[in-house]
């Protein structure tokens, strides 16, 4: 019913910049929270970044001042903008969504995507 599509990953040195996008599409009615995870080899999938449907963001201390998390709901998309990479930023990045559809408006369901990698290299 809803997809989210991840894309902007790939390879990049040390203090290097990607910005990460993630598109959502389908019978959404509208977008709650749209948040940016990341998750490393041997780890637990991690919260990098969320942002409400009116702009409030949150960042992960190990993120911050780094990394810009925005969207435009007019195109319901999201973005992750990535400076100052470090090597500890590899990982897969994986973005979710609260949504409420079209067909029942009175819940919100959680939508992920299928990740994009980010290697960053020394």
């Known amino acids: 019913q809803v997809q989210l599509v991840e894309s902007g990953g790939g390879l990049v040195q040390a203090g290097g910049s990607l910005r990460l996008s993630c598109a959502a599409s389908g019978i959404i009615f509208s977008i709650n929270s749209m948040d940016w995870y990341r998750q490393a080899p041997g780890k637990q999938r991690e919260l990098v970044a969320t942002i409400t449907s009116g702009g409030s963001r949150n960042y992960a201390d190990s993120v911050k001042g780094r990394f810009t998390i925005s969207r435009d709901n007019a195109k319901n998309t999201m973005y992750l903008q990535m400076n100052s990479l470090k090597p500890e930023d590899t990982a897969v990045y994986y973005c979710?969504?609260?949504?409420?559809?079209?067909?029942?408006?009175?819940?919100?369901?959680?939508?992920w995507g299928q990740g994009t990698q980010v290697t960053v290299s020394s």
């Open positions: 979710a969504a609260g949504v409420v559809l079209r067909t029942n408006m009175g819940y919100e369901y959680r939508y």
